[in-house]
């Protein structure tokens, strides 16, 4: 294929000062093989899934790069109603290509029990949202220039770092562009704010009955929160107090008990360990919504989003409610 730099300009082309940024939010939805990229005016959308049944987001705002160019297709101008330019690419390829000049990549809190692990590295303090962006441990902070020509054409990248230039050209797929795993926002069973790292804790102590399934009850009355997994080593469960230190908002008007199988909950393991505070919704259908809040170099703040489809009654345990859609941030 043509470069785009013949004599035309490329539909896209964007420039951020940071690409371990855009690697450690887009690490969080890696237990892909493939993503789907949607490009518009606000910024550039990763959607990725796992049989149908969830889904990852992650949106990478306009506001992340310091230079951001979006030329809109001339049939997109005709038609209004017409979707932006999507394409598939490979996940760990581009994963790999943003930290082609390296980045320390050590354990995180999935991997460690100890207190004062950090997330990145155990001289840290266990504060996690920060420390996974700090200056101290991010492997490379270069300049990451995107280009896309056109439909068909290869995802440009070129990283820049100490005098050394490196081009990567990225093959594009025709997406599939399955459905969003919707959520009923207008109907939502449950809505509960907290901090990341105790629901990551919660989830790291139930593994340890090496659990197939995950069960999320939320109760007006006592027990008000509570995680409980069961598998062939046996069954556990984590209960959490109404206390407003620990749910910071808690809505919940009714009893709900939903299923999910827990090794799709241990997909969103890493942005559990990066985020500052995590969403958990549920509409009446039993759909879920995990959506972490991740703070940023410079004060600012990104989303990452997870969607889960409850196991059916006789697959799963109660019924109640079964009980995801949206970027907007919720926290």
Not at 195 to 210: K, M, N, P, Q, Y
């Amino acid at each position: 294929m043509a470069p785009a730099s013949e004599g035309h300009a490329p539909m896209f082309s964007a420039v951020s000062s940071s690409a371990r940024q855009l690697f450690s939010l887009l690490r969080c939805i890696g237990f892909a093989s493939k993503a789907q990229v949607q490009i518009t005016n606000e910024g550039l959308r990763f959607t990725v899934e796992e049989s149908r049944v969830m889904q990852g987001f992650a949106f990478l705002e306009k506001a992340l790069f310091t230079t951001f160019s979006y030329t809109t297709p001339s049939n997109e101008q005709e038609d209004e109603d017409s979707e932006p330019p999507t394409f598939e690419i490979s996940l760990p390829a581009l994963l790999e290509t943003l930290q082609i000049f390296g980045i320390n990549d050590n354990k995180d809190r999935w991997s460690s029990r100890d207190p004062s692990y950090g997330g990145v590295t155990g001289s840290l303090s266990r504060g996690g949202p920060a420390a996974a962006f700090d200056n101290r441990v991010l492997g490379m902070v270069g300049v990451c220039r995107l280009s896309y020509a056109g439909i068909g054409e290869p995802l440009c990248i070129i990283l820049e770092e100490t005098g050394v230039t490196t081009t990567c050209e990225l093959v594009t797929y025709e997406p599939e562009i399955p459905e969003d795993i919707p959520l009923q926002r207008d109907a939502l069973a449950q809505k509960i704010i907290m901090r990341a790292s105790w629901l990551h804790d919660a989830i790291t102590e139930l593994s340890s009955t090496s659990p197939s399934r995950l069960t999320i009850s939320a109760s007006p009355t006592a027990p008000y929160f509570t995680l409980s997994s069961a598998g062939p080593l046996g069954s556990a469960a984590v209960e959490f107090s109404r206390d407003p230190q620990l749910l910071e908002t808690f809505q919940v008007p009714r009893r709900t008990v939903n299923t999910y199988k827990y090794s799709l909950i241990r997909n969103a393991a890493r942005a559990m360990a990066v985020a500052s505070k995590v969403s958990i919704r549920g509409d009446e259908q039993g759909v879920l919504s995990l959506q972490f809040m991740i703070e940023l170099e410079g004060g600012s703040v990104s989303f990452v989003d997870f969607r889960f489809v409850p196991l059916m009654s006789e697959e799963g345990e109660d019924d109640v409610d079964d009980g995801g859609d949206g970027e907007d941030g919720d926290l």
